[in-house]
C-alpha cells in the first residue's frame, strides 16, 4: 500500500513541475508570440462564422473578384465568397490537426510508458511501433484514400495509426534509464506497485516529452492533411483549407486569382508557426541545456 507521506511528495512534486512549466513559459517571448497567434486565429474563425453574411456554399455573378470591402477575401471562379469558406473551412481541417496529434499523442506517450517500465510489454509495444515506422506515411495514406473514400474521420485515423510510434520509441527509451534511478527504487521499496510507479512517478517524468510531441504533430498533421485535399485525396466538395487549395491549383493560377491561394495558405502556415513557437518554447523549458 501506498503511504500518505508517499503520495503527498509525489503530489508536490507534481504541482511544483506544473507550476514551473507555466510560470516561465509565460515568460518566453517566443510563447507569448505562439499563444497571441493561435488565440487570434481562434478569434478570427469563431467570430468570422457570425459575422459573414455569406454561405461558403452558395455562388454568385461575382467572378474571381479581388478582394473588397463586400469581399475582404476575394471570390473564386464560380463567385464563393472566399472569407467565408476560409473560416468555414478551417474548423475541418484544423480539428483533425489536433485530434489526430492529441489521439498520437496519448496512445504513443503511455504505449511507451508501459514498453519502457514492464518488460513483458516491451516486445509487442515496441515492436508494433517499429514495425510502423518502415512504413511511407504520405504514399501510404494517397493510397488508402484512393482506394477508400476518405472522410476527416478517415484521414485522422490514418493520422493517429502513424504518428503514434514515434512517440512511444522516444518515450520508452527515456522510461527505460528513469526506471534505474534510485528514487524509483525507493518507490518500490515503499510498497507501491509497479503499475502505481508507472503512472504516478514516471509519467510525470517524462510528459514533456508527450507535450512536445503533440505540439509536433499538430504541425505535421495540419501539413498532412491539407496535403491530401489538395491532391483530391477526401471530398473536394466539402469545403476545407485543402479544398480552397485544390480548386485554387485548377482556375487560379489561370485566372491570376492571388488571392484565392495567399489566404488559405497564410492561415495554415500562421497556425503551424504558433504552435512551433509554443513548441520550441515547451522545449527550453523542459531542458535547461537549451538556455545555456
Known amino acids: 500500500m501506498t503511504s500518505p507521506t508517499s503520495g503527498g ?5 507534481f504541482r511544483s513541475l506544473w507550476n514551473y512549466v507555466v510560470f516561465n513559459f509565460f515568460q518566453k517571448r517566443s510563447a507569448k508570440i505562439g499563444a497571441g497567434i493561435l488565440v487570434g486565429i481562434l478569434v478570427f474563425v469563431i467570430a468570422g462564422s457570425l459575422l459573414t453574411p455569406y454561405s461558403p ?6 467572378v474571381d473578384n479581388p478582394p473588397s ?11 464563393h465568397d472566399l472569407f467565408s469558406q476560409i473560416v468555414w473551412g478551417s474548423y475541418p481541417t484544423l480539428l483533425i490537426a489536433i ?3 492529441l489521439g498520437a499523442a496519448l496512445i504513443g506517450f503511455f504505449a511507451g510508458v508501459f514498453a519502457g517500465y514492464f518488460a513483458k510489454a516491451e516486445g509487442p509495444l515496441s515492436g508494433s ?16 484514400g484512393v482506394l477508400f473514400f476518405a472522410t476527416d474521420l478517415l484521414i485522422t485515423t490514418m493520422l493517429i495509426a502513424f504518428l503514434w510510434a514515434p512517440v512511444t520509441r522516444a518515450v520508452r527509451a527515456q522510461v527505460s534509464s528513469i526506471k534505474k534511478l534510485s528514487y524509483v527504487d525507493a518507490e518500490k521499496t515503499s510498497g507501491l506497485s509497479d503499475l502505481s ?22 504541425i505535421f498533421s495540419v501539413s498532412i492533411a491539407t496535403a491530401l485535399e489538395f491532391l483530391g485525396i477526401g471530398n473536394p466538395t466539402v469545403v476545407s483549407l485543402g479544398s480552397i487549395l485544390y480548386w485554387g491549383q485548377e482556375f487560379a493560377f489561370t485566372a491570376g486569382a492571388w488571392w484565392w491561394i495567399v489566404a488559405p495558405g497564410l ?5 503551424a508557426t504558433g504552435f512551433a513557437l509554443i513548441g520550441f518554447s515547451l522545449e527550453e523549458i523542459m531542458n535547461p541545456r537549451l538556455t545555456i
Do not use: C, K, W
Not at 510507479?197 to 499538430?218: D, Q, S, T, W
Not at 492561415?267 to 497556425?271: R, T
Open 9 to 13: 511528495v509525489l503530489l508536490q512534486r
Open 57 to 62: 456554399y452558395t455562388p454568385s455573378s461575382s
Open 69 to 79: 470591402f463586400a469581399h475582404p477575401f476575394g471570390t473564386d471562379y464560380q463567385g
Open 99 to 101: 485530434v489526430s496529434a
Open 129 to 144: 511501433a517499429d514495425a510502423i515506422l518502415t512504413f511511407p506515411i504520405i504514399p501510404l495514406m494517397i493510397l488508402v
Open 197 to 218: 510507479i508507472a503512472i504516478r512517478v514516471i509519467v510525470p517524468e517524462v510528459g514533456a516529452i508527450g507535450v512536445a510531441y503533440f505540439v509536433l504533430n499538430v
Open 267 to 271: 492561415l495554415i502556415s500562421l497556425f
